[in-house]
């Protein structure tokens, strides 16, 4: 089977504990190069999960400028997402791009622009899109198991931990654009459409020092066409929960967990007055999950669904909700509707490894 070469970009937490690992279980993927800032580190996990080549970001022009590597996986702080990104798809070389998908409006559309120019596919690293489970939630909505569904609700929160970069006002950090877009994506495609209207607020944790720079909390509301609503808080400073609960006309179904990569999306369906057992989905690997799909977007030349302008479209709302927690008024959206959502068609069945190395 022919197999799509990624060079790693960011040899941090999440590369080590979820992408690394994964790609081995995908089958039509490989990890041909490693780029860090932190050698040591670096050969270490290349050497574990026999990768060829470690480079230095110095180095980065010349590897995707060569023929060594089909594709980028971009796990860095967030305000470096655009910049990797453009270089790789001005290079031609696809994009797979943790989320939020870049800083601002201006630099998705500068992204988007750079994959069209070159043919390269750029997509948003929305794991959920390919997780069975989740598949299946939505597909449960779309079938009519809890009629119209009218109102969404979720909580998603965490302790953080001092020195993390997700606490950095520079990287555009906070739990808003790390968990909080979990959130907002859900709850876009439980309704299948795009807020228009947004309302927020925030808190600094009390005097908490790890929140001096991002907030610790934030409770947000969205208002959907017809009349349909979605409300999430967030949260670096509590406890770990990772929920939510869709309301429909005729029936109600509650998942939990909803959103960790570590745990298998679990869900109870209540319709007619009557509760279903919970059903919890088969294991699966998210992240192997999304490579394998997204190698095989790249392999038979079909755009993602999870593209640029899916990034795009949260990263405006994200944008939205802080300006209205900054002036305490509610924000308008307008966005385009998606051309297309998570199904059958973008799901992906991998199973888990244990084999990892997280330094």
Same mark, same amino acid.
């Given at each position: ?111 988007? =622009?750079? %994959?069209?120019? *070159?043919?390269?596919?750029?997509? !948003?690293?929305?794991? @959920?899109?390919? /997780? +069975? $489970? ?103 400073? =509590?406890? %770990?929960?990772? *929920?939510?609960?869709?309301?429909? !006309?005729?029936?109600? @179904?509650?998942? /939990? +967990? $909803? ?101």
């Amino acid at each position: 089977m022919a197999k799509v070469r990624y060079a790693v970009v960011g040899a941090g937490w999440i590369s080590q504990i979820a992408f690394l690992p994964s790609v081995a279980q995908t089958g039509n993927s490989t990890v041909a190069a490693l780029v860090s800032g932190s050698p040591d580190a670096a050969r270490k996990l290349a050497e574990f999960h026999a990768i060829p080549e470690v480079l230095d970001y110095a180095q980065y022009d010349a590897l995707i400028a060569s023929d060594r590597i089909d594709a980028v996986y971009i796990a860095l702080p967030n305000s470096q997402h655009a910049d990797y990104a453009i270089r790789a798809l001005k290079a031609g070389k696809h994009a797979l791009v943790e989320k939020p998908l870049a800083l601002t409006v201006a630099e998705c559309e500068a992204m988007i =622009a750079a %994959a069209q120019a *070159s043919g390269a596919h750029l997509m !948003t690293a929305y794991r @959920l899109h390919q /997780d +069975p $489970g989740t598949v299946e939630v939505l597909e449960r909505i779309r079938a009519g198991a809890i009629g119209t569904p009218r109102l969404f609700s979720s909580v998603f929160a965490f302790q953080t931990e001092a020195g993390n970069h997700r606490l950095r006002a520079e990287h555009w950090g906070g739990p808003l654009q790390d968990i909080g877009v979990y959130c907002l994506n859900a709850a876009r495609h439980v309704f299948r459409a795009e807020p228009t209207e947004v309302f927020a607020m925030a808190g600094h944790g009390d005097g908490d020092p790890r929140f001096a720079e991002v907030e610790e909390t934030l409770a947000v509301t969205l208002r959907f066409p017809a009349e349909r609503f979605a409300q999430f808080l967030v949260s670096f400073g =509590a406890d %770990a929960v990772d *929920s939510y609960t869709v309301v429909g !006309t005729q029936g109600v @179904l509650t998942v /939990d +967990p $909803g959103y960790r990569f570590e745990t298998d999306v679990a869900f109870t369906l209540r319709s007619g007055g009557e509760s279903t057992a919970q059903h919890t989905a088969a294991p699966c690997d998210h992240f192997g999950a999304q490579t394998a799909y997204f190698s095989d977007c790249i392999l038979t030349g079909t755009p993602p669904s999870s593209d640029g302008a899916e990034g795009l479209a949260d990263v405006a709302i994200l944008r939205a909700i802080e300006a209205s927690v900054k002036t305490g008024q509610p924000q308008p959206v307008t966005l385009p509707p998606r051309p297309r959502h998570p199904g059958p068609d973008t799901l992906r069945q991998v199973p888990r490894t244990d084999r990892r190395l997280v330094l």
